[in-house]
């Protein structure tokens, strides 16, 4: 785990590294190359953090039998510091799923396509004109009989 300070954020900001596996003498490294960061003071909190499917750790080289072996954790939480009057409770949670989800995202285009279309076509609507060249407002009104 490592701690660094961004000057864009003006905030301390921790990364996990490498999580190290070791049984019988055998170890396996996965390394922690994107994804798993938060602010110092915030832990990191994410539904899945795996080693095979979108993975947000990296598998490195291995020793021994374990180069078949997985990583996976579910409802995975870690926070390395910020912890005060030493409690273990987990500070706010940085997730790792971001606000906009793709559904989201195509809901948001979606609905602003439709708006613009509605849009255009209620301006042509308003440009339409009826035609008047033939009315003579001076002259008597026009007059349809409607029997035959």
């Given at each position: 785990m490592n701690q660094k300070f961004s000057t864009v954020s003006a905030r301390n900001w921790f990364t996990l590294d490498a999580v190290s596996l070791?049984?019988?003498?055998?170890?396996?490294?996965?390394s922690g190359a994107q994804g798993i960061y938060a602010p110092a003071e915030y832990s990191f909190h994410c539904m899945s953090v795996n080693s095979f499917r979108d993975p947000l750790l990296v598998r490195g080289p291995a020793t021994g039998n374990m180069s078949n072996w997985m990583l996976n954790f579910v409802d995975f939480q870690i926070q390395g510091f910020?912890?005060?009057?030493?409690?273990?409770?987990?500070?706010?949670?940085?997730?790792?799923?971001?606000?906009?989800?793709?559904?989201?995202?195509?809901?948001?285009?979606?609905?602003?396509?439709?708006?613009?279309?509605?849009?255009?076509?209620?301006?042509?609507?308003?440009?339409?004109?009826?035609?008047?060249?033939?009315?003579?407002?001076?002259?008597?009104?026009?007059?349809?009989?409607?029997?035959?």
């Open positions: 070791a049984l019988n003498g055998a170890a396996l490294i996965f910020g912890l005060a009057n030493g409690t273990f409770d987990f500070s706010y949670a940085s997730d790792c799923a971001g606000f906009f989800t793709p559904g989201i995202w195509m809901g948001l285009l979606s609905t602003l396509l439709m708006l613009w279309i509605l849009a255009y076509g209620l301006t042509m609507i308003l440009q339409v004109t009826t035609m008047d060249r033939f009315d003579d407002p001076k002259g008597p009104a026009i007059y349809v009989p409607q029997t035959d």
